[in-house]
Nanobody
């Protein structure tokens, strides 16, 4: 499985962005996709996850009121919708995935595949 993120960039405080993660390769019925971010000097932080078949979502505590996750199975693409962005949201955003079901969605070690990341910078 290969993952390619897109949609990052520079945005002003209060703005919105939608990140995309295009998946290629073999996606099993147990496929799950997630988004994480990592700012310089900080731990990688869980943002959201979605079950590819079920559509069931999990959201990280710190951003659940502003971020949402979705997927388009026909396009093999997952999305992270981010609203009311703040300077503290500045980070490198990663897409992650696994073909193994039943793992803890917020644990970075649950995922076998990672994209290269897309930078999001929020100016004050």
């Amino acid at each position: 499985v290969q993952l390619v993120e897109s949609g990052g960039g520079l945005v002003q405080t209060g703005g919105s962005l939608r990140l995309s993660c295009a998946a290629s390769g073999r996606l099993y019925i147990s496929f799950n996709m997630a988004w994480f971010r990592q700012a310089p000097g900080k731990e990688r932080e869980f943002l959201a996850a979605v079950g590819w078949s079920s559509g069931r979502t999990s959201l990280g505590d710190s951003t659940r009121d502003r971020f949402g996750i979705s997927r388009d199975r026909d396009k093999r693409t997952g999305y992270l919708q981010m609203e009311n962005l703040k300077p503290e949201d500045t980070a490198l955003y990663f897409c992650a995935a696994t073909n193994t079901d039943g793992r803890e969605p917020s644990n970075r070690y649950s995922y076998d595949y990672w994209g290269q990341g897309t930078q999001v910078t929020v100016s004050s």
